[in-house]
């Protein structure tokens, strides 16, 4: 294989949504997930699908723990 990936099959309308998540949270410069993308942006690596994992990451631990979003958290 060979040249850029491209993601085929899964959820269209999860994948969308978590797409469009990150292009809004660009306009918020505090958020931490902005944070997170900048700075594999600026280190040269593919960084909106790692922000849509990310963020799929946090509301998965969210919801199973039945708790709810604390911007003091941590994203390490």
């Known amino acids: ?9 899964g ?4 994948r969308q949504s978590l797409f469009l998540a990150i292009f809004g ?9 902005t944070t997170f993308v900048r700075r594999l ?4 690596k ?6 849509m994992r990310k963020t799929l ?7 199973r723990k039945n708790c709810s979003w604390n911007s003091e958290m941590s994203l390490a």
Do not use: N, Q
Not at 46 to 51: E, F, H, K, L
Not at 57 to 63: E, Q
């Open 41 to 44: 942006r600026e280190k040269g």
């Open 57 to 63: 990451v946090i509301a998965d631990t969210l919801i």
């Open 1 to 9: 294989m060979r040249g850029t990936r491209s993601i085929r099959g």
């Open 11 to 14: 959820r269209g309308d999860v």
């Open 25 to 33: 949270s660009w306009r918020c410069s505090d958020s931490p997930i």
């Open 46 to 51: 593919p960084s909106i699908v790692a922000g």
